[in-house]
Nanobody
């Protein structure tokens, strides 16, 4: 059974930084990509950043230049370095594991940015 566990969320002032981490465990045949989504109250879930096993990356326009995603394929972990945080970044952040057959999700970690 696949499990994803996020960590690193918390409260930070605007302009500060946080680093989120996600560890995947279980039997997985193939992983195409790992990434991060977020959902703020009253808003749709949105893709924040994603990195394929081959190293290709993608970012939401709202976080480009501020967030950086990284992966350790051998350990099946993914991290998100978040700099220059804004109150608009406040949301629950979810780790995502993308496979050819199914998408797996973590429980989420709360990120709150105060003004």
């Amino acid at each position: 059974q696949v499990q994803l566990v996020e960590s690193g969320g918390g409260l930070v002032q605007a302009g500060g930084s946080l680093r989120l981490s996600c560890a995947a465990s279980g039997s997985i045949v193939r992983i195409n990509a790992m990434g991060w989504y977020r959902q703020a109250p009253g808003k749709q879930r949105e893709l924040v950043a994603r990195m394929s096993t081959g190293g290709n990356t993608g970012y939401a326009d709202s976080v480009k230049g501020r967030f950086t995603i990284s992966r350790d394929n051998a350990k099946n972990t993914v991290s998100l370095q978040m700099n220059s945080l804004k109150p608009e970044d406040t949301a629950v952040y979810y780790c995502n594991l993308f496979t050819p057959s199914y998408d797996y999700w973590g429980q989420g970690t709360q990120v709150t940015v105060s003004s």
